[in-house]
């Protein structure tokens, strides 16, 4: 049968309404409620500030016409999370900030942000994602709304960038197709650390928004990208929890491989996402990184959505 976008969504649409954990997924922005300035915690990582407990990890960097931030938080801890920047950063304002793709809790900042004329640098399709309505996420209840015009991304790429603040170069770059349909990662070169964002986790299973471009093939390929880039001492900054490094970033490419590998046997088989987890394809893993079934669900679903045909 051809595939069309329309059949395509279709399929979408069947393997959603199938799906017994959407709405059970943990809902990342409600793990971190409302907090105060002095909630957020700041450490260095090679001489970038990391603030942590806005709703996802924040790196900072000061400079003589504000500061320099990847990803916001969440809107309503923005207050906090400013006050914070400010207070470590010795800057009253955000100059530049960098969204490392659409989600809630990584573009909390960009409402006051670009209120107060900085600029918002993203993949085009962050841009685009941002503006839309009734967003549908695996990752969310509910529907998600457009930011305010200002509060959007004024410096888009579809590929590569990169921007010269306070001396040094920092560049970003697209992962595709790999926790979303716009992700970037910042590369700091001088300070020798990768903001990765959602692909990338050090503690528990990294989660994919299916629904909006994630596909296992980007995602194993975002491993390939950031693997040739980093060194093995290089820190890698993910959307949440501990920082990892280069090493394990090569590693995780490996185990990620192995699994997507598997997934076609599965496939062959007639396997659906159930019989997947219970196959227990990453259980040498689960000691480190936990229950691996709503990654395995999402990871199988993408693998699903774009290539059975309906
Ligand atoms: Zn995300």
């Known amino acids: 049968m051809r595939i069309n976008r329309r059949s395509f969504l279709r399929a979408g649409a069947q393997v959603l309404a199938a799906s017994p954990l959407l709405g059970a997924v ?16 700041v450490q260095d990582v090679n ?23 990847v990803d ?10 400013l006050k ?20 809630p809790e990584h573009v909390g900042c960009n409402d006051p942000v670009g209120r107060a004329g900085g ?44 921007l010269e603040f306070a001396g040094e170069t920092v560049e ?41 471009g994630a596909f296992m093939h980007g995602f194993v390929r975002s491993y390939e990208i950031l693997a040739e880039v980093a060194k093995p001492d290089t820190v890698i900054v993910p959307a949440h929890g501990p920082t990892l490094t280069g090493a394990d970033i090569v590693r995780h490419k490996d185990m990620y491989w192995e699994l997507f590998r598997q997934f076609f046997v599965f496939f062959n088989k007639g396997f659906g996402p159930q019989d997947v987890i219970a196959a227990r394809p990453l259980q040498d893993y689960e000691a480190q990184f936990g229950d691996p079934a709503q990654f395995l669900e999402a990871a199988y679903r993408s693998v699903q959505l774009a290539t059975i045909p309906h």
Request: proline share 6%; with cysteine; glycine share 10%.
């Open 26 to 41: 943990p809902v990342l922005a409600r793990e971190n409620g409302k907090v105060r300035a002095r909630d957020i915690t």
């Open 47 to 69: 001489g970038l500030a990391l603030f942590v407990g806005a709703g996802c990890n924040v790196v900072g960097l000061g400079g003589p016409e504000g500061a320099l931030l």
């Open 72 to 81: 916001g938080g969440l809107a309503v801890n923005a207050p906090a999370l």
């Open 84 to 103: 914070s920047v400010s207070a470590h950063l010795n800057t009253r304002r955000v100059q530049t900030l960098i969204n490392t793709h659409w989600h």
């Open 119 to 162: 600029t918002i640098v993203a993949h085009e399709v962050t841009r685009q994602f941002l503006g839309r309505r009734n967003v549908r996420s695996a990752l969310y209840d509910g529907l998600i709304q457009p930011l305010p015009e200002h509060a959007r991304p004024t410096q888009t790429t579809h590929n590569a960038g990169s």
């Open 172 to 212: 970003y770059r697209y992962l595709p197709a790999a926790h979303t349909n716009g992700d970037l990662f910042v590369h700091f070169p001088k300070h020798n650390v990768i903001v990765a964002g959602g692909p990338v986790s050090a503690v528990r299973w990294p989660v994919m928004d299916y629904l909006n």
